[in-house]
Nanobody, 120 residues
Framework: QVTLVESGGGLVQPGGSLRLSCAAAGSIFSINAMGWYRQAPGKQRELVASITSGQQTIYADSVKGRFTISRANAKNTVYLQMNSLKPEDTAVYYC??????????????WGQGTQVTVSS
């Protein structure tokens, strides 16, 4: 079993910054891609950014130049640095990881979500 634990959400004013963290724990052999998704009220969940074990990254157009995804492979942790936040960034942010377990099974896991609210 694998769990993803997120932290770092909160309330911030427009133009401010937040850093999200997500640590994976459990029966992990390796982790392929890790990523951050978000879901605003009344909208579908969307990809914000993802990063491979080789540090290749993908960003949604709406966050390019403002958000930076990174990961510490030795800690099974992924980060999302969010700068120049806008009210439209308000959403629940979810961590996602594609994990190879110690039994060599491949599965996709989600965190519980952390609320990010951008408001004055």
């Amino acid at each position: 079993q694998v769990t993803l634990v997120e932290s770092g959400g909160g309330l911030v004013q427009p133009g401010g910054s937040l850093r999200l963290s997500c640590a994976a724990a459990g029966s992990i052999f390796s982790i392929n891609a890790m990523g951050w998704y978000r879901q605003a009220p009344g909208k579908q969940r969307e990809l914000v950014a993802s990063i491979t074990s080789g540090q290749q990254t993908i960003y949604a157009d709406s966050v390019k130049g403002r958000f930076t995804i990174s990961r510490a492979n030795a800690k099974n942790t992924v980060y999302l640095q969010m700068n120049s936040l806008k009210p439209e960034d308000t959403a629940v942010y979810y961590c996602n990881a594609e994990v190879v377990s110690t039994t060599r099974a491949l599965a996709n896991y989600w965190g519980q979500g952390t609320q990010v609210t951008v408001s004055s």
